[in-house]
């Protein structure tokens, strides 16, 4: 029974170090600074999100005099389908929640926009921290324990048999690119015989005519035999 539980405390343990080094993975701290209104160009950050799956963009702007940050979250889709948008961002953490549609990138970009009567300085920055919860790093395994009933060491299981989940759906995800990137592969090599067959098909084709037309210039010019 002894050997169980400290089995079981190790598995949670390692679920708890993965997912805190997963949400780190997903948190980006920058400066953006201010700029005109006019000219002012949106810094972006993606990150691909799976089909159907629950996003969770948390986002915090530093304080900066004279200045006004802007977020607007879009899909990587040929319209541009807008997901959250957060005009002034304060200096308290900002929520916004949606379901990812279709698998692709989810596009975040921040602008800057100064005060009237303000041009561009160094001096005028702000610091921008954004993450991105996506699949089970959204649920609230507090209220969640609240409402099932669910002892500590339930619940930690629980978030053992999310993360395990999101993992296989994540190799489900690159087992399907490196499907897709070999039959590529395979198709360009395939194209490249053919071609380099044509070619070679050509010159040769391309020498014999030149050795018959000019065995048959020398002849007419009597040169040859």
């Keep these: 029974m002894t050997r169980k539980l400290f089995t079981a405390t190790v598995a949670i343990s390692l679920v708890i170090l993965a997912t805190s080094w997963l949400q780190g993975t997903n948190a980006i701290k920058f400066e953006l600074p201010g700029e005109d209104a006019s000219d002012a160009t949106p810094i972006c950050i993606s990150h691909f999100v799976e089909e159907e799956t629950q996003v969770v963009v948390k986002v915090k702007a530093g304080p900066g005099p004279h ?3 802007s977020l607007e979250v879009t899909d990587d889709s040929s319209h541009m389908n807008q997901l959250w948008r957060k005009d002034n961002l304060s200096g308290d953490v900002q929520k916004g929640a949606f379901l990812n549609k279709e698998a692709g990138d989810v596009v975040a970009c921040f602008t800057n926009v100064l005060a009237d009567g303000y041009k561009p300085d160094p001096k005028y920055t702000r610091t921008v921290d954004i ?4 699949g089970s ?3 609230d395994y507090a209220k969640l324990a609240e409402q099932e009933k669910l002892k500590p060491m339930e619940v930690e299981l629980r978030k053992l048999e999310d993360l395990v989940k999101d993992i296989l759906d994540n190799m489900e995800h690159l087992q399907a690119r490196e499907a897709r990137m070999r039959n590529t592969n395979e198709s360009t090599n395939a194209r490249v015989q053919w071609f ?3 070619t070679m098909c050509v010159l040769v084709a391309l ?8 065995k048959r210039f020398f002849r007419k010019k009597r040169l040859i035999d």
């Design 207 to 214: 020498g014999l005519w030149q050795i018959f037309y000019l």
């Design 67 to 69: 200045q006004k940050v």
């Design 131 to 134: 993450d991105f919860e996506i």
């Design 137 to 139: 790093e959204t649920i």
């Design 196 to 198: 380099s067959t044509l």
